[in-house]
């Protein structure tokens, strides 16, 4: 294998998992001998009864613990500033989040602010921030971000109307994530086939992005087989512990791999089509995933060959060309299963933005990362396909 330039890997976060593993928490606050401690919680979770025994759990272990819920999906700025403020006030030394991937960027956020001082908007790039932030543990309720162990929080700038992405590989990742099912248990189906899909194209693109290398690879690959695996019957039923639990892996595996190769067409498109027509993340990238799918899988066959081994298909004795197709035959396959619509105008996206979204993304340049080069006239046509 060639790789295209020095690469680095690294993954700083301690991750406990499996059935439970909510009470490693208490073992983390008393590492760090954290008596005050701020709580970051998805709303939907305040009457659960997973946040009932993980409040029960922090009553014997902290002498103070203050709550913050006002957390909107794509969370913005000023968010992030009321979250600082309130942790501020109340004096925490530690964060807790819990929830999907806006509540773990606002924890991120709060926790550099909380350290290093001035506006969220200061630190929008790459290595902006210097000082560790305060100590954090995540715990996932959904299986798609990864954004427990990736070194990247996306924070709305509403006065421009755009995504900051604050990125730092040691410091932004959380300390401890914690991948527990029970956590994952009231997630409403459609969320759980929208998140896990976010998680599946995490895997998908990292794979054959121009900037994977051996252990991103591998990571990448079991990503894909457990994601792939357990995903409809996680949909299916929450309650399945062990297909939840595998969930959790493989979002967690790809998210630790694709801040370090970068994502393709799939998160370009997705990311305007979600902008312009107010649909969720997960679902915008499920729309994109079969048609850049099948434009990408040229650029890399042999890839697209192990892909498909990863998500079970049969593919000993074919030639790679005709392997690799059946992955693509396995990505629309799966969409479909969980009930993804087959073209966009099907989820109330128009036709008289595709061209403008188009434009949009040959700037973005994720010409660095896609295995094939995209041109304006390319992304045109990939839009009016999935039209």
């Known amino acids: 294998m060639q790789i295209p330039q020095m690469s680095p890997f690294l993954c700083p976060t301690t991750i406990h998992m499996g059935v439970g593993s909510y009470i490693k928490v208490a073992d983390s606050l008393r590492q760090w001998e954290a008596k005050r401690l701020m709580i970051l919680l998805d709303g939907a979770l305040v009457d659960t009864p997973f946040y009932t025994d993980v409040k029960r759990l922090l009553e014997q272990e902290v002498d103070q613990f203050s709550v913050f819920t006002d957390i909107e999906p794509d969370p913005s700025a000023n968010t992030v500033e009321k979250a600082y403020n309130q942790c501020r006030e109340s004096g925490a030394t530690a964060l807790l989040a819990i929830g999907g991937g806006s509540t773990m960027d606002v924890a991120k956020a709060v926790g ?89 194209v995490h895997a998908f693109e990292s794979y054959v992005s121009r900037l994977a290398n051996p252990f991103t690879d591998a990571i990448n690959l079991h990503a894909l087989q457990l994601i792939s695996g357990n995903i409809r019957q996680f949909v299916a039923n929450r309650n399945n512990l062990d297909a939840g639990l595998n969930m959790l892996c493989g979002s967690a595996l790809a998210g630790m791999a694709f801040g370090l190769t970068g994502l393709g067409n799939v998160h370009c498109m997705a990311r305007f089509v979600g902008a312009y027509f107010h649909l969720s993340h997960g679902l915008s990238n499920a729309l994109c995933l079969p048609h850049v799918a099948a434009f990408n899988m040229p650029a890399n066959p042999t890839k697209f060959a192990r892909v498909a081994q990863a998500m079970g298909e049969h593919t000993e004795g074919l030639p790679e060309l005709h392997a690799a197709r059946r992955a693509v035959d396995a990505i629309s396959a799966l969409c479909s299963d969980l009930g993804i619509p087959g073209r966009l105008r099907d989820a109330a996206v128009t036709a008289d933005k595709l061209d403008e979204m188009a434009a949009l993304c040959v700037q973005a340049n994720y010409n660095r990362w896609n295995p094939r080069d995209t041109s304006k006239r390319d992304f045109q046509e990939l839009f009016h396909r999935a039209y």
């Not at 427990?148 to 992405?165: A, F, H, P, W, Y």
């Open 112 to 200: 550099i602010l909380a350290t290093n001082g001035g506006r969220i908007h200061d630190y929008e790039g790459i290595e902006k921030f210097h000082t560790r932030p305060l100590p954090l543990i995540a715990i996932p309720t959904t299986a798609g971000t990864g954004s427990e162990v990736s070194g990247s929080c996306v924070i709305t700038d509403t006065e421009k109307n755009l995504k900051m992405s604050i990125r730092h590989a040691s410091l932004n990742p959380a300390d401890v994530a914690i991948l527990d099912p029970l956590a994952l248990r009231t997630v409403p189906a459609h969320v759980a086939a929208h998140s896990g899909l976010d998680a599946f």
